[in-house]
């Protein structure tokens, strides 16, 4: 595509000039066309786009009709990187080309490497509006569209980063990106990584990446209590990991482990973590007095420890454990088809001192529940005329109640979080949570504006409705959670 510098024929430089006018007559011919055939019912469109994006392309390629150089350089090669381009092309997709170009058909352009070797796959978009790109590729190119202002490739990249967070790749990239979103204060972007991080964060522990984590993106995961992993260990585990190999300051890394949520963890695992995990033996006396209370949790009744401590505070509150104790995962074959029900056990609660309580839950799942306004009703004016409801009015509804009622029950509520798997670029990954407290059995908005009707839902994964139902114990009902 590039092309070296040399002599060009007057001819084709007179060439340049009457291909420009010529664009713009073609496209003042078109929208006059489209103005008469608008009033005509015999009108009809002929259809020659891609011929003319096959004749842009080749004006590129070729060189054709040339009126401007772009010269690209890199601090890393004495060469540049030549383009022959079209200045009323470039001009009509970038104002900072048009500046550029305003006096002047040659200008010198710097790059970094990274954007130096997709520059070729940005120009080739302002001639053809579109441009193929890799994971890799998607930061470099989205700097290129903000740079020259080209503010449909941005969009268009971003879009692209919030619906590839779940691909594949050997070196991870999500967290990568969140970085970048909060370099150049994209919010939207920085919220979708963000979120997809929680809601995967199990995979995203044991992958390469996780040694890139910031920070301050590590203490803003911390804090979430909608983070959906295994257990409390295997997030203590992969923070252990971080501190060994990033090795922050004092300051940091207790910041870091007073994050942790100590009475989460079993009792036998906070004894062995005190004797063999190396961070924690060096940091003891930042989380002395949290492992301490956890110690205290585990020994007595929720009711009682609450007499002494705060338990209206983040500490006490379980996040989204996988763990079998804390729910369990529901796969409904062909959801569509009819009303299924399910039943599970759950711990009473984290405390050892419930160890051996158990509390049964009911759940009921209906694909096409109607609202009360929706329902069918008799008319007065045709006896026994009956309002037709259609199936597309419903919505599934998802209903989860205990099953037993018990005295252990006092000072625990529940809060109930429902996790909707999806298959994204062959990996299935979180794609909703829904929560709700005990003072209801089910969530308002549960799969509102899924169409569970067609085989390719979105949210089915061969045919089927993925759940992982989690039951969270809390020992305050106006507790505040951290998201």
Request: charged share 15%; proline share 5%; hydrophobic share 40%.
């Amino acid at each position: 595509m590039a092309r070296l510098t040399g002599a060009r024929p007057v001819a084709a430089r007179c060439w340049g000039c009457s291909a420009s006018a010529f664009l713009l007559l073609l496209l003042t011919v078109q929208a006059a066309q489209k103005a008469d055939l608008s009033g005509d019912a015999t009108a009809a469109t002929i259809n020659h786009s891609l011929t003319l994006l096959q004749r842009l392309q080749e004006l590129l390629q070729n060189g054709n009709g040339s009126d401007s150089v772009l010269r690209v350089r890199t601090a890393a090669s004495d060469e540049a990187k030549v383009f022959h381009t079209h200045q009323l092309l470039l001009s009509l997709q970038s104002e900072v080309f048009e500046s550029l170009l305003h006096n002047q058909s040659t200008i010198t352009l710097h790059e970094p490497p990274e954007t130096a070797a997709l520059f070729e796959k940005f120009i080739r978009y302002l001639y053809c509006g579109g441009v193929s790109i890799l994971l890799h590729q998607a930061i470099p190119m989205h700097q290129l569209a903000s740079k020259y202002r080209v503010w449909g490739l941005q969009r268009g990249v971003a879009d692209y980063m919030k619906t590839h967070l779940a691909s594949e790749s050997s070196q991870g990239h999500v967290v990568g990106w969140y970085h970048y979103a909060v370099r150049i204060g994209d919010a939207a972007l920085q919220e979708s990584c963000l979120q997809f991080l929680a809601w995967n964060l199990s995979a995203v522990l044991g992958s390469a990446e996780w040694g890139s984590v910031s920070v301050e993106l590590l203490l803003l995961l911390l804090e979430r209590s909608d983070l959906v992993l295994h257990s409390e260990l295997e997030l203590y585990t992969a923070v252990e990991s971080w501190l060994s190999r990033r090795q922050p300051e004092g300051p940091v890394a207790k910041r870091v482990l007073r994050a942790i949520r100590y009475p989460m963890i079993a009792p036998s695992q906070l004894f062995r973590l005190q004797a063999q995990s190396p961070v924690l033996a060096r940091h003891y006396g930042a989380v002395q007095d949290l492992l301490f209370q956890a110690f205290q949790f585990h020994a007595a009744s929720p009711l009682h420890f609450a007499k002494y401590f705060d338990v209206n505070c983040s500490m006490f509150l379980p996040r989204n454990y996988l763990a079998p104790g804390w729910g369990s995962q529901w796969v409904i074959n062909n959801p569509a088809r009819d009303d299924r029900s399910t039943s599970f056990q759950t711990q009473l609660g984290p405390s050892s001192h419930d160890a051996g309580k158990r509390v049964t839950w009911n759940v009921l799942f209906s694909p096409r529940w109607l609202p009360v306004s929706l329902r069918p009703v008799y008319s007065d004016s045709v006896s026994g005329s009956v309002q037709p409801a259609r199936i597309e009015d419903g919505r599934p509804r998802l209903v989860i109640t205990p099953a037993m009622s018990s005295p252990d029950f006092a000072g625990v509520s529940f809060q109930k979080t429902v996790l909707v798997g999806v298959r994204q670029q062959g990996r299935v990954v979180v794609k909703h949570a829904y929560s709700f407290h005990q003072s209801s059995d089910e969530a308002a908005d549960f799969l509102a504006h899924a169409d569970l009707q067609k085989r390719t839902s979105e949210y089915l994964i061969d045919n089927s409705l993925h759940l992982h139902i989690i039951i969270k114990p809390v020992y305050h009902s106006l507790i505040k959670a951290k998201k």
